[in-house]
């Protein structure tokens, strides 16, 4: 039983962890042109 208020506080900082960098990626604009990203692999430019 120890051991358990040792791994669920540490879940929830994981979870709290990935959620807080979820919502930084998205207010830094990560996922603001997803489109435009998969577009970008089709062009066929020639190397210079």
Do not use: C, H, K, V
Not at 5 to 25: E, K, Q, V, Y
């Amino acid at each position: 039983m120890t051991i358990l208020g040792f791994m669920i506080p540490l879940s929830l900082a994981m979870g709290l962890f990935g959620l807080g960098t979820f919502f930084w990626t998205m207010r830094s604009g990560q996922y603001e042109d997803m489109d435009g990203a998969a577009n970008r692999i089709l062009i066929d430019e020639d190397p210079l």
